[in-house]
């Protein structure tokens, strides 16, 4: 099989469902949205890795790797406005247990981080620098998804949470290579 199919050079993709739109459609948009946050994810892995691997009951580069599994299903759904992939597809199913195992990780690494009591500069390490550039890239992707107006509420949730946890990994990651957080 090769990577190019020439389908899409007069600027259209298709859809699961085989209809064919522009490539500047929302929703296509969107779902580009959630591909460059799990870029982003991978890039923030490979900084983790790169310092060793955590001996610690919470792994950074663990959750990041389910998370970018899950985003993938999260874009199939997306490119899937008619739902005829997902009740086929096992793989693309969020369910609300994925959303208590993101809110799960989020109170596990806050047991380990001081309470916030101002913001905080994003920054840090160049781990915990990279969650934070993937966190905006995440709200960005939520209001993509949000001005579709047509997107499953448990993706809306999902995609809440995830934005959240990357905040809280920042600050976890940061913690964890002794890099102080700067207040504003």
């Known amino acids: 099989m090769k990577i190019y199919t020439r389908t899409g050079d007069a600027g259209e993709t298709g859809l699961f469902d085989g209809t064919r739109v ?3 459609d929302a929703r296509v948009a969107a779902y580009g949205e959630v591909d ?7 890039l923030a892995r490979s900084a983790l890795n790169a310092d060793g691997r955590e ?23 997306l490119a899937d406005p008619r739902h005829k992939i997902a009740g086929r597809v096992t793989r693309a199913a969020l369910e609300p247990e994925d959303i208590t195992r993101l809110e799960n990780w989020i109170d596990s690494l806050e047991q380990e981080l001081s309470p916030l009591r ?4 994003p920054g840090g390490s160049r781990a915990g620098a990279t969650l934070h550039v993937a ?3 995440c709200r960005r992707a939520e ?15 999902y995609i809440n949470r995830v934005s959240d946890l990357l905040f809280v990994m920042a600050r976890a990651a940061n913690h964890r290579q002794g890099t102080a957080e700067i207040e504003w």
């Open 143 to 157: 209001r993509a998804m949000v001005a579709l107006g047509d997107v499953e509420p448990e993706l809306l949730t």
């Open 36 to 42: 460059e946050l799990n870029a982003w994810l991978g």
């Open 22 to 24: 522009p490539k500047s």
């Open 118 to 121: 101002r913001f905080i500069l």
């Open 55 to 77: 001996a610690v009951e919470v792994a950074l580069p663990d959750i990041l790797e389910r998370l970018q599994r899950d985003l993938f299903a999260l874009g199939a759904r």
């Open 135 to 137: 966190r905006t890239v």
